[in-house]
């Protein structure tokens, strides 16, 4: 399991080749002091969810076909999804076995936009 500044620095040293690394490293940043849940997760599974989720794939989420891309090429039998909520951002970064990150994906926290909805 990684803490919060070590993913900080992963995302740092991978944003020249994830677009969407710098961003993640921001949300990291703002999110405060609190641990960053995770899981271990089967690549398969996690490939064939968010391949599912890129077909009806919302324009305000960002980094979605490059994890799929990157879900697709990785050798690893397991990686690790690392996701949290902040400021109405939902923000997943994806480690390999390894420490590799191969992904991140930004968008809206629908939790909070369905707690509007239902404000109104």
Do not use: W
Request: a neutral charge.
């Amino acid at each position: 399991m990684m803490n919060k500044e070590e993913l900080v620095k992963l995302a740092l040293e991978a944003q020249s080749r994830i677009g969407t690394a710098e961003l993640a490293a921001r949300q990291l940043r703002s999110a405060g002091p609190q641990d960053v849940p995770h899981a271990r997760t089967s690549t398969s599974e996690l490939l064939r969810i968010e391949t599912r989720r890129l077909r009806s794939q919302p324009d305000d989420i960002v980094g979605l076909d490059a994890l799929v891309g990157a879900l697709r090429t990785t050798s690893c039998a397991s990686v690790d999804l690392y996701a949290f909520s902040h400021n109405g951002v939902s923000t997943s970064l994806v480690v390999t076995e390894s420490g590799e990150l191969i992904g991140c994906v930004i968008g809206p926290d629908r939790r909070r936009i369905e707690q509007v909805k239902e404000a109104r």
